[in-house]
């Protein structure tokens, strides 16, 4: 089972926000070279779920954010935790706004 | 048995509370439901506070600093504290400390000094790797991960699934076989540190509990020094084995929490919800419910501390245990199930903490020896004759 996020980009902007479900779940946010600027999830808290969470995300890296995937999930705490911990074996850190969560995440050496 | 607390243990008993619910379920209110850590500076305010109450490192045995608690009182404690919305897994979100893994009480001088020491004053962490894909109900027969002997080295391959922690642990408690012989006899431990070249976590196993996930290691011809091999090489299962008698107290009576707190729940809501011109708490459909709730989680509440006061008295305690792991886990399962009926459909949201309690209330039922495990070792006691 393949354990990275590795679907298709989708353009991050209000109006594909705005369609998508309002469900619980996980995503990554990147600007135009695939740079992955957030690794995020949508939680109970979010009053609409990956939509309220990608809108902040977008109020968060203004135009620099034009991407994102997403994956629905109600595991989305142990899921945010893998997708943190494959992007810290992949690129050695996490994307500069979430540095502090290095503190607090695991490590996976999954190949 | 006499289950009346003494004076001291109904202090604890009524501290804890106190601490759980003044301290503990304000914050929750700040957290997502599913959250299982607090703010570290919460945490740290907290556990300064469980320090100066002289609760720190509950189960450190008193020899090494601990508090020096017996079972009865520790699962007294593990009542209160895992009445809150994570309770179950992570009571009072580990504010009360840690003892590391119990097995390293029985290492070597210089292992406890490399080791234990260090978990104690928590500079490191270590993990349980018992479990493999093969099974592990019947560790002794499922353990398939080798090792063998290369000069003053052994050289361990293999793998384990369901493993907690292995991902953050400084170290690992690694079972493997040794020897030709198929059972117990042929499994030894071996304390690994995890930058070993060899060990890695492959991938975090999702399941219904959201939060203290579980890892699958893999180690390809990991070296492992003569010296980190804890007790006698073959003898690593009487190891296992004893840690998983000693856990099902505790685990057991950690279950019960979130059932006295969903039931206060329920009655409350069925004291407050009018359908069809009165109050729930006027159907007998409910009140059935309500009392039903009430013997489960008293018939629970006896087993653990019958098997408590055993374990204290220095009495076998093999079966009150297993009897208390199996009513526990499977009576609070009950509980929750109907106080979330109960309350109908918000019973199963997110906006109450009954939904992942029912949730990872299903994993205690196979966890730490699923309840037909505790069937077979309680059959075997009484068929056995251990009661004539």
Known sequence: MGIRLDKPWETLDAGTIASL???????????????????????????FGIRSALDDELQFHGIQATKFRYEFTSNYHSRWDELLMLHLCDHGQLPDHQRAEEHRIGRLSPD | MDFS?????????ETTRRFVQSEIVPLEDHLDPDAGALDPRDHARLVEKTQGMGFYGLDIPEEYGGPGLDTTTRALMAIEMSQHRAGLYNPCYGVFGGAGLAQLYEATDAQKERWLYPTLRGE????FALTEPSGGSDPARAIQTRGFKDGSEWVLSGSKLYISGADKADYALIFARTSDDPGRN???AFIVDTDTPGFHVRRVVHTLRATHYATELQFDEMRVPEENILGEVNGGFAIANDRLSRQRIPYAAGCIGPAIQAQEMAIDWAKSRETFGSL??????IQWMIVDNEIDIRHARYCVLEAAQKADS?????????MAKLVATEASSRVVDRCIQIHGGVGVTKDLPLERWYRELRIRRVGEGPSEVQRLIMARDILGGSFK
């Not at chain 2, 490191?124 to 993990?127: H, L, R």
């Not at chain 2, 729930?280 to 459909?285: M, N, V, Y």
């Not at chain 2, 220095?314 to 297993?322: H, S, V």
């Open chain 1, 21 to 47: 479900p309002a469900q619980l779940g996980v995503y990554q946010v990147a600007d135009d070279d695939g740079n992955v600027l957030s690794v995020g999830y949508a939680g109970a808290r979010h009053l």
């Open chain 2, 314 to 322: 220095g009495e076998r305690f093999r079966t009150e245990a297993a």
């Open chain 2, 280 to 285: 729930l708490a006027e159907k007998q459909a």
């Open chain 2, 186 to 188: 042929g499994v030894t």
């Open chain 2, 5 to 13: 607390l003494t004076d001291e243990q109904q202090l604890i008993v």
């Open chain 2, 124 to 127: 490191k962490k270590g993990c």
